[in-house]
């Protein structure tokens, strides 16, 4: 079997420790993922490490840079399956430079009050993991 692609992401949040509001991004493309909403992120490149990976992303497609807190990681411990093709290592993160901008793949960022973090259609892949965040921190 083929193995999947390795993308990073991070839940942007006001505090790592206890999450008041998740930044969402709604994707703009391609066509079939257009008006769903995700976390940012992106691929890692072959031989890039997934935290600078992580860095390079959130600067091309928010404008920020972030202080990393722990890793969020999927029931196993390990990646979460986002698709067939891909799997996606999660960390939360703070904003420490810039104020969050929709640069490249999305039209438009919200940031969701804990209690709300479903209000948005979220992409397939990320649901569970959005759950997952719910059931951790209410």
Not at 1 to 14: G, Q
Not at 122 to 136: F, H, K, N, Q, S
């Given at each position: 079997?083929?193995?999947?692609?390795?993308?990073?992401?991070?839940?942007?949040?006001?505090d790592?420790?206890?999450?008041?509001?998740?930044?969402?991004?709604?994707?703009?493309?391609?066509?079939?993922?257009?008006?769903?909403?995700?976390?940012?992120?992106?691929?890692?490149?072959?031989?890039?490490?997934?935290?600078?990976?992580?860095?390079?992303?959130?600067?091309?497609?928010?404008?920020?840079?972030?202080?990393?807190?722990?890793?969020?990681?999927?029931?196993?411990?390990?990646a979460?399956?986002?698709?067939?093709?891909?799997?996606?290592?999660?960390?939360?993160?703070?904003?420490?430079?810039?104020?969050?901008?929709?640069?490249?793949?999305?039209?438009?960022?919200?940031?969701?009050?804990?209690?709300?973090?479903?209000?948005?259609p979220?992409?397939?892949?990320?649901?569970?993991?959005?759950?997952?965040?719910?059931?951790?921190f209410?």
């Open positions: 079997m083929e193995s999947r692609r390795l993308v990073v992401a991070a839940a942007i949040v006001d790592v420790a206890a999450p008041g509001v998740l930044l969402a991004g709604r994707r703009t493309w391609p066509a079939e993922l257009a008006g769903r909403w995700e976390f940012p992120g992106g691929k890692v490149d072959d031989g890039e490490d997934p935290v600078a990976a992580l860095h390079r992303e959130l600067a091309e497609e928010l404008g920020v840079a972030v202080e990393l807190g722990p890793e969020f990681t999927a029931p196993d411990d390990g979460w399956p986002i698709t067939p093709r891909h799997v996606m290592r999660l960390w939360l993160a703070r904003v420490v430079t810039g104020e969050p901008a929709p640069i490249e793949v999305h039209d438009e960022l919200r940031w969701l009050p804990r209690g709300a973090w479903l209000d948005v979220w992409l397939d892949g990320d649901v569970p993991i959005v759950e997952a965040m719910i059931t951790r209410g």
